[in-house]
């Protein structure tokens, strides 16, 4: 099943407003029309060496799928990446902590911070 695209827009704009900004640093944000964030290049604000990594909604799924099958987090965030994959928007219920989660793993391919 592939993620809606207004689920996984609606990820990274909850990660970019507040699930990643004690980590991160961002550039070449990309809004849809709403205003929600298609896109954007991410790195690790404390390393200035370190190489920008590009995030798109399309990365979402398979972060989530593999955050899912690690088993990463609570109950709350494991229930929060199958409502993401089931991609039925109205039962979707996450929070920046969980944004922030699918990020890094797109980013890194593991969890780095928090």
Avoid at 44 to 61: R, Y
Avoid at 77 to 93: K, T, W
Avoid at 101 to 110: D, E, L, P, R, S
Wanted: charged fraction near 25%; proline fraction near 1%.
């Amino acid at each position: 099943m592939t993620i809606s695209p207004s689920i996984s827009a609606e990820v990274l704009t909850t990660a970019i407003e507040g699930g990643i900004g004690y980590w991160a640093q961002v550039r070449n944000v990309k809004r849809d029309a709403s205003l929600s964030v298609l896109s954007f290049d991410v790195r690790d604000g404390e390393d200035e060496d370190a190489e920008f990594v590009s995030v798109t909604e399309a990365q979402v799924n398979d972060a989530a799928r593999e955050l899912l099958s690690i088993g990463y987090g609570g109950d709350y965030q494991i229930s929060a990446y199958e409502s993401i994959l089931a991609g039925d928007f109205e039962d979707v219920d996450f929070d920046a902590d969980t944004a922030d989660a699918i990020v890094q793993q797109i980013a890194f391919g593991k969890q780095v911070f928090g």
